[in-house]
């Protein structure tokens, strides 16, 4: 295990499978550069993969004068939760709870703190155990003692991202009044001055809550967006074939599990739709959605049966109603996932995502072909396994997919790969310098010889997170420089549209921004 020096403790361990990673483990606990009297304890983790452990960048909550990590939990996809406390370099309570979250599907290697609040009148309150029998789906138990209180936990805000010619700049986009934190997760923009931008926002008593947002070619503003009745919930993509015409779709929180729903746009109003779940599903998620017209949707995701399994899930719009389609499911695959889809006409739709088995796994894409989905073959990015994150299609002879493989090195590193209609050809993509992992999110393509990928990487430096941007001219991929907004926290970008220029969304720590080309 890696030599920190000084003192160090592991005090809880959990092991995963997941796509970037492989058969891994997560362990925490604390170390000390100096001694028990000298420096400070500080949160630690590592982890195990490819046949060596190595430090994961654990955080600590701004001022602490000590952290320490007591447990740990990895649900089946390697979404992992780490729990135990802070001490406040100032304030009444000296002990407070701490949580953290870190996502392997992301290939991420930093942690992130959520907000942890304390019973109220407390004067300590920390965790020592977690459960995370599905992905943010965790129970954390500890103690706390009488007299007095406070939060603890990081913001997020909207990032809106706009290009031109490879260059990007920011402009303003707002959160909603209130909010303690929000994101954007998908856009559509119908043409240049018409896009509709969807995600969530964070209640003060911390539920997620839809979250829609309009460009008029000039300025952001948000508009209502419905709920479902639920704890939580939130959209995770958009595709509008007008600028009076849009689909979202997304995933709400029902107690137990998380469950599927949709609402539409009508030019002045969004409205709920009615949107059946699989049989038998105990939980089922919506990750993207096409619409080639009004009357003809396709909505993309998974689900699962018995709550450590997931499965391929698509669903079809006619206009007035949702229906569940038939999905092929590769043999002996104990994971399916399908995070985007893309439909160039009613009858031309590509869904690709990941899958994996006991003895295979990688790239999973799917075609419907007006009548049936059918399962095409696997993209291999330079021999190693792999998983799709994003496609734009054409024609249903001419596809363009990006997402992730990790070389060998224990870091991901993004790939693109174009569909002709019976193979994939795999396209390396340039990583910025000094880049420990970068990612692709979402993906644009006007032609055959024009496409805009966006995404995020993290600094070998600093561990930061920061928006990346790539384009294709037919040829090769390139970087494209983007801005980044104040703060430590980091961005990424998770969805773009091209009509002519390039509109693209995200998180951002600080003040909400969107970036326009001028």
């Known amino acids: 295990m890696p030599n920190l020096g000084g003192v160090a403790e592991l ?5 995963f499978t997941a796509i970037f990673w492989g058969t891994s483990c997560i362990a925490v606990g604390y170390f000390n550069s100096g001694s028990f009297t000298g420096g400070l304890p500080l949160t ?13 960048a654990a955080a600590n909550p701004a001022g602490t004068i000590g952290a320490f990590l007591d447990g740990v939990s990895c649900s089946g996809l390697g979404v992992c939760a780490a729990v135990g406390y802070y001490e406040p370099g100032s304030g009444s309570a000296p002990i407070l709870p701490l949580s953290e979250t870190w996502d392997s599907r992301a290939g991420s290697s930093r942690w992130f703190i959520g907000t942890t609040p ?12 977690i459960a995370c ?3 943010a789906s965790c129970v954390a138990v500890g103690y706390y003692a009488q007299t007095g209180a406070g939060p603890a936990g990081a913001r997020a805000n909207t990032l809106a991202e706009a290009s031109s010619g490879g260059t990007w700049s920011i402009e303003p986009n707002p959160n909603p009044p209130g909010s303690m934190g929000a994101g954007l997760n998908g856009i559509s923009c119908p043409a240049a001055n018409a896009c509709e931008a969807i995600g969530f926002y964070a209640d003060p008593s911390g539920n997620l809550a839809t979250l829609a947002e309009s460009w008029d070619g000039t300025q952001w503003a948000t508009q209502a967006s419905p709920n479902p009745t639920s704890p939580s919930s939130a959209t995770t993509a958009v595709s509008c074939p007008a600028a009076t015409t849009c689909m979202a779709v997304g995933n709400y929180y029902n107690g137990s599990a998380s469950q599927v729903f949709s609402e539409s746009w009508n030019g002045t109003s969004w409205s709920i739709q009615s949107t059946p779940g699989p049989s038998g599903a105990v939980d089922a998620h919506l990750t993207s959605i096409s619409c080639p017209s009004a009357t003809d949707c396709t909505a993309a995701g998974y689900y699962s049966t018995t709550g450590s399994n997931e499965l391929p899930l698509a669903e079809l719009w006619n206009g007035s109603a949702w229906s569940i389609q038939s999905m092929p499911i590769p043999s002996g695959s104990l994971t399916a996932v399908l995070e985007a889809v893309s439909c160039s006409s009613s009858g031309a739709c590509v869904a690709v995502g990941y899958y994996s088995a006991s003895s295979s796994g990688g790239t999973l894409a799917e075609a419907w072909d007006g009548g049936a989905w059918s399962i095409l073959p696997s993209a291999k990015p330079n021999g190693f396994s792999g998983s799709f994150t994003a496609v734009s299609c054409l024609s249903a002879t001419s596809c363009e997919s990006v997402g992730g493989f990790n070389p060998g090195t224990g870091y991901p590193t993004p790939f693109a790969a174009s569909w002709n209609g019976s193979t994939w050809t795999i396209q390396s993509m340039p990583t910025p310098g000094g880049s420990l992992l970068s990612g692709a999110t979402a993906l644009s393509c006007t032609s055959s010889s024009n496409c805009t990928a966006v995404g995020y990487y993290e600094a070998s430096s600093s561990f930061e997170y920061f928006t990346l941007a790539e384009s294709w001219n037919g040829a090769s991929w390139s970087v494209a420089a983007t801005p980044n907004p104040p703060g430590p926290a980091g961005s990424r970008l998770f969805g773009v549209a091209c009509p002519t ?18």
């Open 11 to 15: 005090s809880s361990v959990a092991c």
């Open 118 to 129: 304390s019973p109220s009148g407390t004067l300590n309150a920390l965790f020592e155990g």
């Open 501 to 518: 220029s390039c509109m693209a969304v995200g998180r951002g720590n600080g003040e909400t921004l969107a970036m326009s080309d001028g």
């Open 133 to 135: 029998p599905q992905p």
């Open 44 to 56: 630690l983790a590592e982890l195990w993969s490819g046949g060596r452990w190595r430090l994961l």
